[in-house]
T-cell receptor
Framework: EDKVVQSPLSLVVHEGDTVTLNCSYE??????LLWYKQEKKAPTFLFML????IEKKSGRLSSILDKKELFSILNITATQTGDSAIYLC??????????????FGKGTKLSVKP | KAGVTQTPRYLIKTRGQQVTLSCSPI?????VSWYQQTPGQGLQFLFE???????NKGNFPGRFSGRQFSNSRSEMNVSTLELGDSALYLC????????????FGPGTRLTVL
């Protein structure tokens, strides 16, 4: 079963709208949760979250983590066509010591129409 | 600073062959991670190397291996290629150990016939 589940799988909005992307996870030893934006090929790093309730913000993007309910949200306000991309959520799982794994969700494809 | 570079960018192999992909990290970065991306499975983590040592490993069979050299450049090898190994292989580098704050390269598109 999928350990990291993103919703919705795709979303179409108009410029200026606000969107909320969801990521829920189920791993044994959580270390961190990461958000990436993938436009053409290479993902670009957005946020890393390790503590509950602390909002990370970068311009119009913000994200928060809830370690009790095992989910994170990524908010984008005043969307622009340049925000069109696939947004990936990944959870870092700790196996002990420095060993671990990074598990990705399937992504949310966001399309912003002018 | 130059970004992460990967060579070759495109590769066609046949089943049963082996392949070696190369990744040069951003100057000064010591961590290199490898990922496989396919339409069906999405993005999957292969392994991470830091200071020539494998630190983290995903759930891939032993046919997938890697190594890192003293100049932080990394290679990934896939032996006995299968059709399902056709994918975009991405490399990412980071200034420190760990799987966060990574900068991705453009990828190598591998097609197995």
């Amino acid at each position: 079963e999928d350990k990291v589940v993103q919703s919705p799988l795709s979303l179409v909005v108009h410029e200026g709208d606000t969107v909320t992307l969801n990521c829920s996870y189920e791993v044994t030893n959580f270390r961190s949760l990461l958000w990436y934006k993938q436009e053409k090929k290479a993902p670009t790093f957005l946020f890393m979250l390790t503590s509950s309730g602390i909002e990370k913000k970068s311009g119009r993007l913000s994200s928060i983590l809830d370690k009790k309910e095992l989910f994170s949200i990524l908010n984008i306000t005043a969307t622009q066509t340049g925000d069109s991309a696939i947004y990936l959520c990944a959870v870092e799982e700790n196996y002990g010591g420095s060993q671990g794994n990074l598990i990705f969700g399937k992504g949310t494809k966001l399309s912003v129409k002018p | 600073k130059a970004g992460v570079t990967q060579t070759p960018r495109y590769l066609i192999k046949t089943r049963g062959q082996q392949v070696t992909l190369s990744c040069s990290p951003i100057s000064g970065h010591r961590s290199v991670s490898w990922y496989q991306q396919t339409p069906g499975q999405g993005l999957q983590f292969l392994f991470e190397y830091f200071s020539e040592t494998q630190r983290n490993k995903g759930n891939f069979p032993g046919r997938f291996s890697g190594r890192q050299f003293s100049n932080s450049r990394s290679e990934m090898n896939v032996s006995t290629l299968e059709l399902g190994d056709s994918a975009l292989y991405l490399c990412a580098s980071s200034p420190s150990a760990g799987l966060n704050t990574q900068y991705f390269g453009p990828g190598t598109r591998l097609t197995v016939l």
